[in-house]
């Protein structure tokens, strides 16, 4: 094994670590929610949750990285060694969302294609549905592979592969020293066209226009919670190996708040875009936002190309908005699957372009699952129940277990004596008491909730073996792979002392 | 749009990219790494 890789940069860090956290949640989650839970007067629970969950866990994550040099298997086992089930429950769950990211992320840019040419016609609903997934009556309903999404799904794993095997700096570095100023400078160029647009200033007006009533419901502030914890890429490995590969003597808590404040700009940006165009889709059509609001899938491939249809130069925005989508999708895929392959070769002594290899073998055959015709009920249901379950499920643990039984001290002082400014009692509070109260809230909610009420109208057994199943697989994955590793230090022990 | 929604517009706007600045001007000042 050789001395581990650095990232060239700082620079080239927090635009990997800001592409990483930048993904589709931004343009498709973060606007609806804004307009749902209170329109401006949302933003202020979502600033609270900002500085009192997104920051602190983000400084936490990058300290452990950063401090044990490892992803995070690896790191979660050198600080105690019955804690390495919590770091393999992270890696299951970046390879549950690796696996189907990827076919959305394979849409985005067959997409980008289709829009040079509208080719989603007039009806973007029955293209999107039936002709370009040919989508299934359900999810039991598996169909055949679908060639044509298929296609693009193997190509994005060859871009995956392409990008990990040449390393951290040559591969990621350089992806998203190229991909992060594109990003920008697109979304940019998009927004002052569509800010311009007749009626935008109707969709901005529903967007930000504040409802104070709703910042004393709780449920405004849980959704805030949430989608501070689902937008930074938290608690699933991803900053814990990214920070793995930072200098010895690099700043933690000023890069990580960079992060979380450049993620968050990036989504009042899209906020603003995205309601620009649907205020003009609205005017357009005589309808009020609401028949034209959305939010996840439907927004991005059916409610977008409607709207970019009537608009002035259609093909030029139709393909920058799809590569800008592929483009925040392609930086986030590339993180969740270094996850993967970073604990391949740093638990297994793996030489980086084997594990590589193999894992994008492996991932591209489960991928090609999801291009089957009922391909995109199956990601519905396993996005709801590893989000819902496997990520917030192990982010209570990761934050309860390392701030009230593992080494929280250590870890700060190691923050405090090479950070640009220190984290103190506030910081410590967020995690030990505020963070599991939200968090434990929301686990709470959604399981009651999943329990009172079948998500979707899904077939039961649907929900079972695609939801249910998986959460249950991830608990006996991570403590089986913690139980083999104590067998193993056990027998090594034994062999020494004979 | 009414003036409020334009307020909240930019107070969003500024906490955030303002937030960010503050952090690079910070890194840019105490040269760290």
Redesign the interface.
Known sequence: MGKRENWGT?MGFIFAAVGSAIGLGNIWRFPYLTYANG??AF?IPY?VALLTAGIPIIILEMAIGHKYKSSPVVAFSRMSKHAEWMGWMQVFIAFIIGIYYAVIVAWALNFTLIATKLGWGTNTTSFFYNHFLHVSSGPLVLGGIVPNLAIFAIITWLLIWITLFSGIRKGIEFISKIFMPILFVGLIIILIRVVTLKGA??G??W????HFDSIFEFKTWTAAYGQIFFSLSICYGIIIAYSSYL?D???IA?NA??TA??N??F???SA?LIFSVLGYAATQQGVAIKDVAGSGIGLAFISIPMAINMMPAPKVIGTLFFLALFVAGFTSIISIVEVCCSTIIDKYKMNRRVAVSIFCFVGCCFTLVFTAKGGVHILDIVDHFINNFGIVFAGIIEIVFVSWFLKLDAIKEHINRR???TVGLLWTFCLKYLIPIFLGYMAIGNLVEELTTSYGNYAKQAIFYYGWAIVIVMILFSFSMQYISLKKQRAKINEVSK | ??L??????I???V???G??TL??T??IK?K??
Request: hydrophobic share 50%; proline share 2%.
């Open positions: 700082r329109g401006g933003l600033f200033g109707y901005l007006e967007l930000f226009n504040p200098h003597r690099s700043d000023n708040t960079m404040f450049i968050c700009g989504s009042v940006l603003i950070s640009d400014f | 749009m009414s409020t929604a334009i307020i909240f517009m107070f969003a706007l906490v955030t990219w937030g960010a952090c690079i910070i890194a105490k760290s790494k």
